[in-house]
């Protein structure tokens, strides 16, 4: 079945670090393709998503690029802050319609001051 | 953006006792609610499917007779937990899809941490 692969973490920065988290995925047919933030005591949010192959999402200075040759969807940013501390999600959506998700596993991230 | 909204935020609950977890759209209707629980240091696991007015559809491996879903609105779903177990202990947490505004997602709520003792 499909599934999503996420680097474990917890990943701890230095703030204005660059940050990458990788995220491979397995699926048949095209997914759309997310990361979602968790902040501590509250729920998942949308950070970015792509929808097809080579499509580039970003928000927040966050961006990820949807690359089908190597089942990759991995985040970055130039510059992380302390803010940016979070559980980060990698997720793909089945194409087929039913609105299903698939998550990674999560990787925490702290940035230290 | 669309909100969730996912009561109690955190339960703490006898073994053998019962617990209702709300799940809410507050400013959308949304035909589809999805309910997933997340083990710790695990990833969330899909549930069940739920659409309102119809019988939730669960994934392999959920016990239905455990876990109540009732969708009775297009903006409520309900996921009982029915004799609770420590090992049901866990977080979960709902989505709910919308196409407003010609957008096409799912938003989650901020999830409910269940403790079963």
């Known amino acids: 079945g499909d599934s999503v692969t996420q680097m474990e973490g917890p990943v701890t920065l230095s703030e204005e670090a660059f940050l990458t988290i990788n995220c491979t995925y397995t699926a048949t047919g095209y997914p759309s393709l997310f990361w979602y933030v968790q902040y501590p005591g509250e729920g998942l949010q949308l950070l970015l998503k792509?929808?097809?192959?080579?499509d580039k999402g970003s928000n927040k200075g966050f961006e990820a690029t949807y690359r089908k040759e190597t089942t990759s969807f991995h985040l970055e940013k130039g510059s992380v802050q302390v803010s940016d501390s979070a559980v980060y999600f990698c997720a793909l959506r089945e194409p087929s319609g039913t609105y299903k998700y698939i998550f990674g596993t999560g990787t925490r991230l702290k940035v230290l001051a | 953006g669309a909100v969730v909204s996912q009561h109690p935020s955190w339960v703490i609950c006898k073994s053998g006792t019962s617990v209702k977890i709300e799940c809410r759209s507050l400013?959308?209707?949304?035909?589809?609610m999805f309910w997933y629980r997340q083990f710790p240091k695990q990833s969330l696991m899909l549930m069940a499917t739920s659409n309102e007015g119809s019988k939730a559809t669960y994934e392999q491996g959920v016990e239905k007779d455990k876990f109540l879903i009732n969708h009775a609105s297009l903006t409520l779903s309900t996921l009982t937990v029915t004799s609770a177990h420590p090992e049901d202990s866990s977080f979960y947490i709902c989505?709910?899809?919308?196409?407003?505004?010609?957008?096409?997602?799912?938003?989650f709520g901020q999830g409910t941490r269940l403790t079963v003792v």
């Open positions: 400013d959308f209707q949304a035909t589809t």
């Open positions: 792509a929808t097809k192959a080579d």
């Open positions: 989505s709910a899809r919308t196409q407003l505004g010609g957008k096409n997602e799912a938003f």
